[in-house]
């Protein structure tokens, strides 16, 4: 490409049990960076579907916190309601992991292959895909990812459980190790484990790296090759 790729990245909030991984999600995007590609972060604009206290691990009762508002600390402010994405606009879209894309994205930590995905993250997929660029997805964003598209072929690493809720959904999924991503043709997407694996930060750096190495990859190729 002759001008710099422009990747849209969706948050879920600010931390693991209940937002984005942090760790996950700033290795996304400087992935991009160090690549020379623009981001731009979106988050939708909601009540979290749970405060959690990161120290104990228990739901903070009584609390509430808006995603868009939580994920603007990992963004730095710089960040847009996914309401206003436009997939003309981008060449790529990327979300990273978390619980919040089980919880805020969706509801599959709640509701498993019965799950529903948020009207505006379902849209910014549909959206992208028609526009035939590709997407990435860490963690358990693959889910997300199989709930909206049919057949479609991803990864989350080794959990079996959580596989067998995927393929559930009528995805296919692929046992994959630290630093592994399944590639699916057909959607143009890209996916890698991160902390669905039992992992060491250096591990998860290395998993967003080759999901965005591949991402940008397809970008510039115009096509998906496994």
Excluded at 26 to 31: E, G, M, N, P, S
Excluded at 77 to 86: A, F, H, M, V
Excluded at 129 to 141: E, G, N, Q, R
Excluded at 157 to 178: L, P, R
Aim: net charge negative; with cysteine; aromatic share 6%.
């Amino acid at each position: 490409m002759s001008t710099s790729p422009k990747v849209a990245v969706i948050l879920s909030g600010c931390g693991v049990f209940d937002g984005a991984e942090i760790h996950e999600s700033v290795f996304t995007l400087y992935a991009l960076d160090k690549r020379a590609a623009n981001y731009q972060c979106f988050a939708p604009d909601i009540d979290q579907a749970q405060v959690i206290d990161h120290i104990k691990g228990e739901v903070v009762e009584g609390e509430s916190r808006n995603v868009l508002v939580e994920s603007a600390r990992i963004a730095r402010g710089n960040i847009k309601p996914l309401s206003d994405y436009n997939a003309a606009d981008f060449d790529a879209l990327a979300l990273p992991g978390g619980f919040g894309a089980a919880k805020n994205l969706s509801n599959f930590a709640f509701e498993g292959r019965n799950c529903t995905v948020n009207a505006d993250v379902e849209r910014a997929i549909k959206d992208t895909v028609a526009a035939s660029k590709p997407m990435a997805a860490l963690c358990i964003a693959p889910a997300v990812m199989a709930k909206v598209l049919d057949g479609v072929e991803v990864t989350i690493g080794q959990d079996e459980a959580t596989a067998a809720s995927i393929e559930a959904m009528g995805a296919k999924h692929s046992a994959t190790g630290h630093g592994g991503i399944a590639i699916d043709p057909k959607y143009k997407l890209v996916t890698a484990p991160c902390y669905m694996l039992d992992s060491t930060i250096t591990q998860v750096a290395d998993g967003a790296d080759a999901a965005i190495e591949a991402l940008l990859a397809i970008v510039e190729d115009g096509e998906a090759v496994k």
